[in-house]
């Protein structure tokens, strides 16, 4: 039934699940001198939308690692982010001194990582970088650095592998572009 609410498949889950066999190869290569030292890493994640990101990347990053995660509200317009944000639930981790990766579902506005970045540098971890499952052209868009982009995708309603809309689609094990009858309505 959820299948028949795409307008079109974007991304599939071979070409979801290639792409981040490839960003975990290049993470496990990156951070490999830091964990050899003994330095600790911290894959975090925004819930809900980035959990099933993150946990697929996770067991392709072949080093030890904590995971943790934080859930947030941004207010808004149900649309749009205005960047002003609540920690619902913040993380468990102590960050000072870890190497943190945000594994992040989306980038749009950006407005709401903006908010996350300044808030969990001021915790004094070794280092924080982003890890974006897509990233959306749209602009404008905060000057948010990533160490790695899954895909680049066009400014649509897109859905699955950890995307919703009102809660529905997360679980499709592919990302497609919801049909506008579906929202409109």
Known sequence: VMHEDIKEVLYTEEQIQQRIREIGAALTEEYAPLAARGEKIVLLSVLRGAA????????????PLEMDFMAVSSYGNGVKSSGV?????????????KHVIIAEDILDSGLTLSYLLKNLSSRNP???SVVTFLRKKVEPQ????????????KNEFIVGYG????ERYRNLPYV???KPEVYSA
Do not use: P, Q, W
Request: charged share 25%; net charge negative; proline share 0%.
């Open 85 to 97: 944000v609540s920690i619902i639930k913040d993380v468990s981790t102590d960050l000072n001194g």
């Open 176 to 178: 497609g572009i919801l």
């Open 142 to 153: 905060a000057d948010i650095e990533c160490k790695h982009v899954g895909f680049t995708c």
């Open 163 to 166: 995307l919703d809309y009102a």
């Open 52 to 63: 099933i990101f993150m946990c697929d990347l996770a067991r392709e990053i072949k080093l």
């Open 126 to 128: 070794a280092s924080l």
